[in-house]
């Protein structure tokens, strides 16, 4: 009989990593667990190996932008990973916000439905919830929570891992025996008996028997008595107990702990932990159970005791059990802490609280009887035991008090909840008011309170509503009006402010001023002046229609009656008088309280002059004599006295020395004294008043001798024989008829006249021939009527016969000619010759500032023209010249200008060769040579003209000095043509124009590209936009042309132009858009092109039709169909990928595959292989292509022999040593921090842990494990203060190491995980 001894052992390995894309960081966790099944008896292992990998967070936008008040999911509450025992439920919570809500999705990784499972929301907890039943290893896959919205969807990955039922065996040996054929093994010698021993010790009860039939022993009693006695003695020897277990008691909800010191001979020894006979797994316990050791001390606490917790507890040891029990007391319910009465300020939150002594199932808050519920204004809360409930009420008001109860099974406490109300504030006090006599008077404030209670106090006392008092009170505003306040309305006002739970009053005070009003004259009394019987009005307009006055007249108050009204109207006041006579007559005056206007009533009446008089006035004139006086009187009637004005012919006629106005009530005299012919005329009297008017006329003629005749006496002929002359008569004869007219002539130089002859009236000529030729002579005439004669008519010197004078004065002389010693001048006649012809000129000359003239010649010039020589070379020269006649020298001419004796200076000549320099959009460059011909230019004259203009127009203010000249101001691409004249002294020459007209543009120049880098091809990912923008130079701008393909492009695209730039773009970019792209650049001085090879492309499309052959042993040859997009791309290359069919990870067997044929190598005999090909391109990888079903390896089914060599027994111990050193973390503060080592020695080595120089190995703070050889030391929850040097020492009897470690703990940082590409995380897609 044999007996198979197998081992079972579990390692979970978790592998975090990160993962940075274009788009973002994807954190992947990986978690793998490793099952190995060891056989003893062949040394065969099983392995079963589970590996799940978990994306963690994985963001794919939908949206550019995202509006204001929107977001993308968010998972407030993350489902979490969990290990779940095979037969057990599963149960995944998940809580998500977003705006618009997300839609939630449960997947499976692996893309299997989920079947069996329960999905829902939990109204209460606002969660999704995934509720997997009795899971099975079928279900240990990656699971994802995908929250959805119109902004982007959101993927959480986690995984489920099943772990196998301890209670179900497993037939290893028919495991190992489908492993592989069995070998056949060689005969066993019969083992002695201390062999016989060893090998039964190791056994099980059960196989005894067996065994010791297999060997040959059949003394089977006696083996199994010595068998017995021998454990014994090795059990007494492996296990010391130093402290035993011991029975416990606890409370309900508390935590007791059992505890034992062991002393074991070996540390490796097996120890397990039961309740009731069954085993204590801590890791499905959901924090139940904690197992400690601290050295040499074993610990099991239970936590959160309830009674399902009582009964035996018994920890087993190698082949011993020690057990206790444990009992849970169950106390009766009862209050530790009762309800108690609270006082809350108002809008702060109050709190009851109290203690129960156990949990209980249900409780019940209520509020005057009724139960309250959780809601905006309450909230309940209960500790984390379950013992201590509290009820908050949130912005406690008035209406919240009342009895409160608590009542938990057939326990109820209640209590009181007062509430200490806020003062009231009066945030807008009272103000102290003035106000006038008869004004309205308005008292507010405003409370910190609306819930309040007003009364209102005057000097103490209160007051009502009245419809003198008006009150009003809406929310928080307070308000007292008065209206037409009186003085005694004065005083000090109080508002009483009262509220319920609150005896105090509050007041606020404020002081009303009634003022005595007075008004002012806004507008006065006008004088009244109505005729006898008509009516009279006085009206008084005040600033204030509420102050009343009375009336007066001559200082005695006027009252209403028959014949006067008195009316108030608001501010305006009247007093009309029906029918206004003398006895109305007087000074009204109104007054009102500080107010006062005054008029004047009296009656007028119009001016009226008798009518009768009036015609005689105007039917004959008056007469009198020069040097006479006229007296003119008109008596008339008018109240009052009007202003009495005379005028003559319209001019009005005011006192002086020879007239006098005479006025009185009744009549008005004016009095002319000593008259003159000028008083003649049509003389008016006017009177005027406020009344009306009345006017008088009448005609004065006032008779004189006559005046002098008109005009200037006419000469009709004047020889040396007789003289004619003629006149014109008097334009006043004076009144009377002309009789005659007088002629006087006296000689010029005596001062006797002499009559020589008398006509009548009726002739105005007169002939003489007493004349002596060659005399002057001067005449004069005088009219004669009955009055005398007039005052004479002198004419001017005349002379018998034609008088010589001298002439006049020639024109200024011009100069000619110049030279360095003669000057030639000319001059023009003068207008006068003086009666006689010019006989000559006479021509002088002097030097400049000297006052000094020198005849030029002895006799005078009968020319016009006169050269002066002999002159001093460089002397400035002044000229002038004299005409003479037989009378004499006239009056010589104005002074020439100055001139020097100097040889002349040319005018320049014709500028050479003007030329364009350079031109912009607004300026031209000109530049020319000097001219050959002429004196040197002293500037020159630059003239333009645009295409369309006339006229031209110089282009700068003086005349350049330099040789070229840049005109600015032009308009853009403006024809302009130009010409250039040279100028000095001398004068200007004869102006160059330019051949053509300029433009105003820069240069020609052929069509450029600015960039010389221009890509010659891009990839364009399709639906995204292709852009291209070009940016080129030219003049005249160039014109711009896409070209596809050698073609125009038409269609979707969008072609911006701009003076230097030019954008194609096509929104979104289809395959069909790929193709060779031409720009074209043109103007009328060259062209230029540039090609640009534009390929739009996508994610390739997975191959199709993928192949297995095994040609060769252990390799397979893939092979599959093209992807289409090879054929439209042409840049697809292939990946081959391969996975063993026990794991779950993919390994990268070549990455650049361009045929579609590869064979793959180095396979496993025996494994079973899935395979992937996945296309890529520039763009990104396809979806894969993978195998369905696993290809397996075959194993060669050769026999084969094993020879052992002969066993010698060796010295294993040997000092300890590292086989495994520890390495340096660094982790984030608030994460775990787990460091490990390898270490090898015999006898096993004692470990030590140390922080620094601390020692740490008791720590409880720190959790370590030493199995196998592995030491693991792990640092919970990492803070700032654990980082440190860790170290780790070891020692046995034959020597001490140590390892050293550093650890650094980072704060921790929040990182967003986005992945806009897809959910595998495999696929690298890299968009333009």
């Known amino acids: 009989m044999t007996t198979t001894v197998s081992k079972r052992t579990t390692r979970t390995t978790t592998i975090v990593t990160e993962q940075s894309t274009g788009s973002g960081i994807t954190r992947v966790k990986k978690v793998s667990q490793v099952m190995k099944i060891t056989s003893d008896e062949d040394g065969e292992q099983v392995q079963r190996k589970s590996s799940v990998t978990q994306q963690t967070l994985n963001v794919v936008t939908r949206s550019f932008e995202i509006p204001p008040g929107e977001s993308i999911p968010e998972f407030d509450e993350k489902p979490n990973s969990s290990v779940v025992q095979e037969g057990k439920d599963a149960i995944f919570r998940a809580k998500v916000s977003g705006n618009p809500k997300p839609t939630i999705q449960w997947k499976r990784g692996s893309g299997k439905s989920i079947k069996g499972a329960k999905i829902f929301f939990d109204s209460i907890t606002k969660e999704n919830v995934l509720k997997i039943d009795n899971v099975t290893p079928d279900d240990e896959d990656a699971y994802k929570c995908i929250a959805s919205n119109t902004h982007a969807d959101c993927t959480y990955t986690f995984s489920l891992t099943v772990t196998e039922n301890q209670d179900k065996q497993l037939n290893f040996r028919t495991m190992l025996k489908k492993r592989s054929a069995p070998v056949p093994k060689e005969e066993k010698k019969a083992p002695d008996e ?323 009003r007075f008004a002012t004259v806004k507008s006065g009394m006008s004088d009244a002046h109505p005729q006898t019987g008509q009516p009279a009005e006085f009206c008084v307009v005040l600033n204030d229609e509420k102050v009343d006055g009375v009336w007066l007249k001559d200082g005695k108050e006027i009252t209403d009656t028959k014949d006067i009204q008195i009316v108030k109207q608001g501010a305006v006041h009247k007093l009309i008088i029906n029918k206004a006579g003398e006895e109305s007559e007087g000074k009204y005056t109104f007054r009102a309280k500080g107010a006062e206007s005054e008029a004047i009533l009296s009656v007028a009446d119009p001016p009226v002059i008798d009518p009768d008089l009036l015609a005689v006035l105007s039917k004959d004139p008056i007469t009198v004599k020069a040097g006479q006086t006229a007296t003119i009187k008109i008596p008339f009637k008018g109240k009052p006295i009007p202003k009495v004005s005379w005028f003559k012919d319209a001019i009005e006629v005011f006192e002086d020395n020879r007239t006098e106005i005479e006025k009185s009530p009744i009549q008005t005299v004016l009095v002319l004294k000593h008259c003159i012919r000028e008083d003649s005329g049509n003389i008016m009297l006017k009177l005027k008043s406020d009344c009306g008017s009345a006017s008088a006329n009448l005609q004065l003629n006032v008779i004189d001798r006559p005046k002098p005749p008109q005009g200037k006496l006419e000469f009709l002929e004047h020889t040396r024989k007789c003289i004619t002359m003629k006149w014109k008569a008097p334009r006043d004869n004076g009144g009377k008829q002309i009789t005659s007219f007088i002629i006087e002539r006296k000689l010029v130089g005596k001062k006797s006249w002499i009559k020589v002859g008398e006509v009548d009236s009726n002739t105005t000529t007169f002939s003489t021939n007493k004349v002596e030729e060659g005399q002057a002579y001067q005449y004069q005439i005088r009219a004669v009527n009955s009055e005398g004669m007039s005052d004479p008519l002198i004419s001017e010197e005349i002379s018998a016969g034609d008088p010589v004078e001298s002439p006049g004065m020639p024109s200024q002389p011009q100069v000619t000619d110049v030279s360095k010693d003669a000057i030639t001048i000319t001059w023009t006649p003068p ?156 004068g200007v020459g004869e102006p160059t124009e330019l051949s053509k007209g300029v433009h105003a543009m820069p240069p020609p120049a052929s069509p450029r590209f600015l960039d010389a880098r221009m890509p010659s091809s891009m990839v364009v990912r399709a639906g995204t936009a292709l852009c291209i923008n070009v940016g080129f130079s030219g003049s005249p701008p160039p014109s711009v042309i896409w070209l596809k393909d050698g073609t125009p492009t038409k269609g979707r695209e969008t072609i911006t132009k701009g003076p230097n730039m030019s954008q194609f773009l096509i929104s979104s970019a289809h395959r069909s858009d790929s193709g060779m792209y031409k720009i074209m650049l043109k103007n009328d001085y060259g062209e230029k092109y540039h090609d640009i090879r534009i390929r739009v492309a996508d994610f390739p499309r997975p191959p199709t039709n993928l192949n297995l052959v095994e040609e060769v042993p252990n390799t397979v040859t893939l092979s599959w169909d093209h992807t289409p997009d090879n054929i439209e791309d042409g840049r697809v290359q292939y990946v081959i990928m391969k996975r063993d069919a026990s794991t779950a990870t993919w390994y990268t067997v070549t990455d650049r595959v361009f045929g579609n044929k590869y064979t793959v190598t180095g396979l496993l005999p025996g494994r079973k292989y899935f395979f992937r090909v996945i296309a890529r391109n520039d763009i990104g990888d396809s979806d894969p292509l993978d195998l369905k079903e696993p290809w397996y390896i075959a194993r060669d089914k050769e026999r084969f022999s094993l020879q052992f060599k002969e066993y010698q027994e060796k010295d294993w111990t040997h000092a300890p040593e590292f086989i495994t050193p520890l390495k340096d973390h660094t982790v984030h503060r608030g994460n775990d921090c787990t460091m490990s080592c390898a270490i090898t020695g015999n006898p096993r080595p004692h470990i030590a842990w140390y922080k620094g120089k601390i020692h740490i190995s008791e720590n409880l703070k720190y959790w370590y494990t030493s199995s196998n050889g592995v030491c693991t030391l792990t640092i919970p929850s990492a803070e700032m203060k654990d980082a440190d040097e860790y170290i780790i020492v070891a020692e046995n009897s034959l020597g001490k190491v140590k390892c050293s470690c550093k650890v650094t703990v980072l704060e921790k940082g929040v990182t967003i995980i986005q992945n806009t590409i897809g959910e595998s995380p495999r696929r690298s897609k890299h968009i333009m």
């Open 831 to 986: 207008v006068k010759d003086g009666g006689a012809p010019v006989l000559g000129y006479v021509v002088e000359r002097r030097k400049k500032g000297s006052s000094r003239w020198i005849p030029a010649t002895k006799e005078p010039i009968q020319d016009n023209k006169f050269t002066s020589d002999g002159l001093m070379e460089d002397v400035e020269y002044e000229f002038r010249v004299t005409a003479v006649n037989r009378a004499g020298l006239g009056q010589p001419s104005s002074v020439s200008n100055s001139v020097v004796a100097k040889d002349p200076i040319r005018a320049p000549g014709k500028v050479k060769d003007i030329k364009v320099m350079d031109s912009t959009n607004s300026s031209i460059s000109l530049a020319w040579d000097k001219p050959d011909s002429g004196d040197e230019p002293q500037g020159y004259i630059l003239e333009m003209r645009a295409k369309d203009a006339k006229e031209w127009t110089k282009c700068s203010k003086i005349p350049i000095t330099s040789t070229n000249y840049t005109v600015g101001g032009l308009q853009e691409r403006g024809k302009y043509f130009f010409r250039i004249r040279a100028v000095n002294e001398g």
């Open 194 to 516: 201390k062999e016989m021993w060893e090998i039964l010790m190791k056994a099980d009860k059960k196989d005894y028997e067996k065994i010791c039939m297999e060997y040959g022993f059949t003394d089977f009693r006696g083996m199994l008595k010595r068998l017995k006695e021998m454990k014994k003695k090795v059990e007494t020897e492996a296990v010391k107990v130093l402290k035993p277990l011991e029975d416990l008691e606890g409370k309900l909800d508390s935590t007791v702990t059992f505890d034992t010191i062991l002393e074991l001979k070996d540390p490796n020894m097996k120890m397990q932990w039961f309740k009731d006979g069954e085993p204590i797994r801590t890791q499905f316990s959901l924090g139940k159970f904690e197992i400690k050791q601290m050295g040499t001390k074993f610990m099991l606490s239970v936590k959160n005791l309830t009674q399902k917790d009582t009964g035996q507890y018994t920890l087993v040891v190698g082949d011993k059990k020690f057990t206790v029990g444990l009992k849970v007391k169950d106390e009766p319910l009862r209050f530790g802490v009762e309800l108690k009465p609270i006082k809350v300020v108002e809008r702060q939150t109050g709190i009851f609280e109290c203690r129960l002594s156990k949990k209980v199932p249900s409780v019940c808050w209520k509020f005057r009887g009724v139960e309250v519920k959780r809601d905006d204004k309450h909230d309940t809360i209960v500790s984390e035991d379950g013992l201590t409930h509290t009820l908050k009420i949130k912005d406690v008001r008035p209406c919240d008090v009342g009895e409160y109860s608590f009542s938990a099974d057939n326990l109820t406490s209640t209590s009181q909840l007062q509430i200490a109300r806020l003062p009231i504030q009066f945030p807008s006090a009272l103000k102290n008011v003035h106000v006038k006599e008869k004004g309205k008077a308005r008292l507010e404030c405003e409370l910190s309170s609306k819930d309040v209670r007003i009364k209102w106090l005057k000097n103490g006392k209160e007051i009502t509503r009245s419809p003198k008092y008006n009150m009003m009170h809406e929310g928080r505003r307070v308000e007292l009006i008065i209206d037409d306040a009186e003085l005694d309305d004065s005083g000090e006002y109080t508002v009483v402010a009262v509220q319920d739970n609150d005896d105090q009053e509050y007041t606020c005070s404020c002081a009303l001023n009634v003022q005595e």
